[in-house]
Every structure is written in C-alpha cells, then in structure tokens.
C-alpha cells in the first residue's frame, strides 16, 4: 500500500488535470444544438459539424494567423534578446553588471497590469497601435527568460570560452559556436513557456489589437461568447487552439527531457 500511494495520487491529479479538456474535446464534438452534459458523453452521436461551421461562420483562421506570428516572433526574439544577455550577464564582467542583473530580475515583481496603461501610451504614441510590432515588442524584454539563461551559461565551464578566445574567435563566434550549441536543451524548454504564454494571452492582444482583423485566437474566441454562437461550436474552437500548444511540445520534448537530465551537471 505504501508503494501505491505515490501512483495513486498522480492518477488522481492526471485525472483532475485531463477532466476539463477531456469534456471540452467531447463538447466539441457533441451535435448542435443538442444537450453538452451528458449528452456529449454518447460518442456515437460524435460529429465534425461543430468544426466545420466554425471555421466556416467565424474568421479563425485569421485569428490563428495573427497567434501564430505573435507567438513564433516573440518565441525567436525574445530566445535571442535573453540567451545574449544570459551570456553577458552570466561570462562578462562590467561595472554594474550585478545591479543592473538584479534591478532587471526586480521587474518580475511588478504586476504587468500595473504596467498595462504605460505601455499602451508609448506604443500609441508610437503608431503601434493594430499592428504586429506593437502587440509583440513590449513583450521582448521577458526578465524571467534572461534569468533562466543566466543561470544556465552560469553552470557552463569557463575553459571553453577561455580556449575559444586563445584561438582569436570574435565574441559574436564564442556566442554563435559555442553558446548556443550547448544550451539548445534550455533553448527548447524555454520556447515552450514562451510559446504558451503568448499562444494562450488575451490581455495585450485585447487592448493592441482594436479591429477584427488584428484578433488573436484567443481574443477572437472570446467574442464568439458574445455574439450567441452554440456552445458546442465556441468549444470546437477552443479545441483547434489546443492543436498547436501539443504540436510545440511534441516536436520539442526531446530537449525538454535533455534539459532536465543535464540540470546541475558542471565542469
């Protein structure tokens, strides 16, 4: 009974976790306008139609559109923006280098809906209002990615960058041939979160984006709660949004998994 207790229990958060997806999908695929619990339980009554009236009726596939360049830009350029300041905060030494670290880390702290209405004035004033850039680029500066690639490149030997620099190579070859080999694992893991976190965000996308055709997935989603579009159509489209979120990890479990067995390895 002592060896069942720690399996036990994770079947029950599994199941905790999975339960509200799992009647989701089965909403999704519940007939229109027909009972969603429990009727949506009887899967021999599953049907497509669901999905082919919202893709049909709504302009998803725009909303999907404009998730996947908020998401997929951000994901590179906030990957490349964090791992560069990562290295120089982690291998370089400047003056100030742990006031600035700290004063940056203290960021985190600071509520982004405290930071809402500032970022809304520049970006306005800046023309940025209904476009990609305004909507992706005061999300760039992600203090928790730059922590998370500090410390790292901090746990990578410094023998390697001292035998990179003895061979005459350029700091930007040390960061393109030897930083970003060797830390691809939390690379990938971080791009996850990333992904995730701007595939699965409403607030910004909601105050940038003012016109239909700059709606996120999410925003858009949203709106069709408004508009008395069925139930079982506004889960199909929940659905498609999870489609994404399990291609990413998928694709990119392998460096999830390489990132945690190599967690605490030094020099």
Known sequence: MARLR???????VALVTITPFAVMVLVAFAPPGGKTLPGAFNLARATWENFSDVLGSADIMRWVF???VYSV???????LFASMAGYAFAKKKFPGREILFWSFLATLMVPFQATLIPYYILVSEMGGVDTYWGMIVPTLANSQAVFLMRQFIS????ELFEAAKIDGASEWRI??????PLIRPVLATLGVFVFLWHWNDFLWPLVIGQSGEMR???????TLEGENVPINQIMAGATITVIPCLLVFGLLQRYLTDS????????
């Open 6 to 12: 720690l399996p036990v229990l994770l079947i029950l």
């Open 66 to 68: 404009n998730s996947l």
């Open 73 to 79: 830009v951000s994901v590179v350029l906030i990957l």
């Open 155 to 158: 746990g990578l030997p410094d």
């Open 175 to 180: 960061y393109v041939t030897v930083v970003v």
């Open 216 to 222: 996120t997935l999410t925003v858009g989603l949203a």
């Open 260 to 267: 945690i067995a190599t967690t605490g390895l030094k020099s």
